[in-house]
C-alpha cells in the first residue's frame, strides 16, 4: 500500500520536476536572490553507545549471506558491527519549512525536502531558499533487517520507523550566504 501511495506521487510529478514534497532547488537556484543551507551528520547506536564514523549508514552485526540483497545494501556487517540490531539509513533528508512572508523554494511556500544519500555525510544545498526564517529539520528513515525465509534472502526494509535528531532548528536565510547546521548526530536503535 505504502509503495503504490508513493508511486503515486512520483507519477503526478511533471517530467523533469521533483516529486511533490521535494524541493524543486534545481529548478530556482541563483546565488544573488537565494541563499543556502550545509548540514554534516553521523549516526550513533543508542543502544550499545557507539558513534559510527562519517559515511557509515549501516549495520549488521551477524555476517550477512554475500549473495543476499541486505548484503548488497550493507556492506557493514560482522565484526564491524557488534552487539547491535541491524539498521541501514539509505537517504537523509533536510526537512524546510518557510516561516513568514517572502520565505520559500522557487515559490513554494509549504514544507518540503531535499535529500541526499547518507554516505555522503553532508548536504550543500543549491542557493535555492528566498530570503526569510526557516524551520530546518535533518530526518532519516530507519530500515531493520528481515529474513523471511533465511539468511540467503535477507534485506532491509522500511517499516516508518526514524532516526532519532536534533528538532527543528529556526534560521534566517540571505540571499548569497550558507546557513550552517552544525554536526547533526542521527540516532538509531533507541531504547
Known amino acids: 500500500m505504502r509503495l503504490a501511495a508513493v508511486l503515486l506521487l512520483l507519477a503526478c510529478a511533471a517530467p523533469g520536476e521533483p516529486p511533490p514534497d521535494e524541493c524543486p532547488c534545481a529548478q530556482v537556484a541563483d546565488a544573488r536572490t537565494g541563499g543556502a543551507v550545509v548540514v554534516r551528520w553521523r549516526v550513533q547506536d543508542a543502544r550499545v553507545g557507539r558513534l559510527f564514523a562519517r559515511s557509515q549508514c549501516c549495520c549488521a552485526p551477524e555476517e550477512l549471506d554475500p549473495a543476499s ?27 524546510v519549512v518557510p516561516l513568514g512572508p517572502g520565505a520559500g523554494v522557487g515559490g513554494r511556500t509549504g514544507p518540503c525536502f531535499i535529500s541526499a544519500p547518507c554516505i555522503d555525510a553532508e548536504l550543500t544545498t543549491d542557493f535555492c531558499l528566498a530570503a526569510g526564517e526557516y524551520e530546518l529539520q535533518l530526518v532519516a528513515p530507519v530500515a531493520r533487517l528481515w529474513q523471511p525465509g533465511g539468511a540467503s534472502l535477507a534485506r532491509f526494509v522500511f517499516d516508518g520507523l526514524q532516526a532519532r535528531s536534533p528538532p527543528a532548528m529556526r534560521r534566517r536565510v540571505v540571499p548569497g550566504h550558507i546557513v550552517n547546521l552544525d554536526a547533526i548526530v542521527l540516532g538509531v536503535n533507541e531504547p
Do not use: F
Not at 76 to 89: F, H, N, T, V
Open 69 to 95: 540483497e541486505a548484503a548488497r545494501q550493507c556492506p557493514d556487517s560482522g565484526s564491524r558491527c557488534p552487539d547491535a540490531p541491524a539498521w541501514l539509513i539509505e537517504q537523509v533528508r533536510l526537512r
